[in-house]
């Protein structure tokens, strides 16, 4: 069974406008963390924020922000004013107990595009 | 500005070939890994190694050898590999604890893009 859910391939988005990357996970774990990371067409992966299963709050660093719906195991990452820098693919992750303490379980990733 | 390097960014090799891929993480870390991205798939973790242990093979063919000398360097050693080992190789490492934790971020270097003809 798939562990990491992203349905959108590809999307797009108007500078300086706002978008959301949807992602939703299946653990039965208590304690897990969730990640985003960048992809450029370079090929490195860049952190960009962690949520833990505990957090109270929703994480947030800089522009982007992770909309936590524990209840609804989604994790959804927002970018706000996006940047043309800003496209690239985007990967959601879990690790999570279960799967062994070092295992990042990644998305397939989704495509955002930033239109001028 | 990354803390993980990767050599070399691009390799092309034949079937019969010996190469070797490098990683260096200037962080400090304990934990190195090894991941597989093939088109169209999720990132395939390969190797993990901690406080230069290996602790995890993901069911990796033998024809793909890791090494890990010390907690700095890792090394993907590779021979006789086939067309569809052709991916991009990405390295990451995390500060690594003895018992690992949830939220351990793996930091990734640029990658090398393999391809093998």
């Known amino acids: 069974a798939q562990k990491i859910t992203q349905t959108q391939p590809g999307m797009f988005v108007q500078e300086k406008e706002a978008v959301t990357l949807d992602c939703t996970y299946d653990?039965?774990?208590?304690?897990?963390?969730l990640f985003w990371y960048k992809q450029p067409s370079s090929g490195e992966m860049i952190f960009l924020i962690y949520?833990?299963?505990?957090?109270?709050q929703n994480a947030t660093e800089g522009r982007y922000s992770l909309n936590f719906q524990k209840a609804r195991k989604s994790a959804n990452l927002v970018i706000s004013a996006s940047q043309l820098g800003d496209s690239a693919m985007y990967f959601c992750a879990m690790r999570d107990v279960g799967a062994g303490s070092y295992q990042l379980t990644f998305g397939k990733g989704t495509k955002l595009s930033v239109i001028p | 500005e990354t803390g993980v390097t990767q050599t070399p960014r691009h390799l092309v090799m034949g079937m019969t070939n010996k190469k070797s891929l490098k990683c260096e993480q200037h962080?400090?870390?304990?934990?190195m890994y090894w991941y597989k991205q093939s088109a169209k798939k999720p990132l395939e973790l390969m190797f993990v190694?901690?406080?230069?242990?290996?602790?995890e093979n993901n069911s990796v063919p033998s024809r793909f050898s890791p090494e890990c000398p010390n907690s700095s360097h890792l090394f993907l050693h590779l021979h006789t590999l086939q067309p569809e080992d052709s991916a991009l190789y990405l390295c990451a490492s995390s500060p690594g604890t003895s018992g690992g934790a949830v939220d351990e971020t793996q930091y990734f270097g640029p990658g090398t893009r393999l391809l093998v003809l």
């Open positions: 949520q833990g299963s505990y957090d109270q």
């Open positions: 962080l400090g870390h304990n934990a």
């Open positions: 190694y901690n406080f230069k242990e290996q602790t």
């Open positions: 653990t039965s774990d208590p304690s897990y963390g």
